[in-house]
């Protein structure tokens, strides 16, 4: 209803001017009722839609509302930028302590080995120890068996071994 009015308003203007009298060898220039001008204007101020107004404040705060939209935009970017380096850091530490526990891993099976070589030649060394004096004993068991198992001469040949003092 408001617009309509502000359309009825325009239209009496335009009335106006054209009911206007013409000033003698002049076709531009007019005489108007000032008064019933301004009156049309004042209606159509005082009618001029909310939106209208709104949208005169909106230009008006336009800067602030772009500016803000713009700090918003900007917070927005600068937490995602944010967000992706923290993520790449943790992931960089996760590398990095992947790298890391490959190399123990590596070190740990080196070293097992080193000490598996080490205690197998350790193993094989005291192995070989024991057979040489296993065999020392058992060529000792031999001699002392054919000794026994030998034919007895006399005793003399026995006691030949034996000291003279202790005869």
Excluded at 4 to 12: H, Q
Excluded at 18 to 37: I, M, N, T, Y
Excluded at 106 to 125: G, P, R, S
Aim: hydrophobic share 40%; aromatic share 2%; with cysteine.
């Amino acid at each position: 209803m408001a617009e309509l009015m502000i359309e009825d308003y325009l239209d009496a203007m335009d009335e106006i001017l054209d009911k206007a009298q013409s000033f003698p060898l002049s076709a531009k220039k007019s005489l108007v009722d000032v008064d019933q001008l301004r009156e049309c204007i004042d209606h159509i101020r005082m009618n001029i839609p909310t939106e209208v107004k709104q949208a005169k404040k909106i230009v008006s705060e336009r800067k602030s509302i772009i500016d803000e939209a713009t700090r918003q935009a900007d917070d927005i970017i600068n937490k995602a930028e944010s967000r992706k380096n923290t993520l790449l850091a943790e992931h960089e530490i996760t590398k990095t302590a992947q790298l890391k526990a490959a190399e123990i891993e590596k070190q740990a099976l080196m070293k097992a080995k080193t000490v598996k070589t080490a205690a197998d030649e350790y193993i094989v060394d005291t192995l070989s120890k024991a057979e040489e004096a296993l065999a020392a004993s058992l060529t000792a068991v031999k001699r002392t068996k054919s000794t026994i198992k030998a034919p007895k001469t006399a005793p003399m040949q026995m006691n030949m071994n034996i000291p003279p003092q202790q005869r």
